[in-house]
Nanobody, 124 residues
Framework: QVHFVESGGGLVQPGGSQRLSCASS????????IAWFRQAPGKERVEVSC????????YYLDSVKGRFTISRDNAKNTVYLQMNSLKPEDTAVYYC?????????????????WGQGTQVTVSS
């Protein structure tokens, strides 16, 4: 059974850093594109970053470029999202998702498996 466990969310002050983790069980991440989405209250779920397993490329939402970094440790079946210089507008529930095609997609429907989400709150 495919399962994700997300961790690392919580309250952080503006300008601070946080690292989210997404650990998989039941399957190896090697051949999956892994993405992080976020959803703020009353807003659509938006892809923040994606790591492709096809060519190793990474996608970032414009508003997080230069601040967020996605990485993966395939040996640990874990994907990370390092978030620096956090802003109040980064506040949302963050979800990891996996695409079996390895390409990734900007849309939620392009992903097969989802984590349960972890809350990130940026506030002083």
């Amino acid at each position: 059974q495919v399962h994700f466990v997300e961790s690392g969310g919580g309250l952080v002050q503006p300008g601070g850093s946080q690292r989210l983790s997404c650990a998989s069980s039941g399957f190896s991440l090697d051949h999956y594109a892994i993405a992080w989405f976020r959803q703020a209250p009353g807003k659509e779920r938006v892809e923040v970053s994606c790591s492709s397993s096809v060519d190793g490329s990474a996608y970032y939402l414009d508003s997080v470029k230069g601040r967020f970094t996605i990485s993966r440790d395939n040996a640990k079946n874990t994907v990370y999202l390092q978030m620096n210089s956090l802003k109040p507008e980064d506040t949302a529930v963050y979800y990891c998702a996996a695409d079996h095609r390895g390409l990734g997609s900007r849309l939620p429907r392009g992903y097969d498996y989802w984590g349960q989400g972890t809350q990130v709150t940026v506030s002083s």
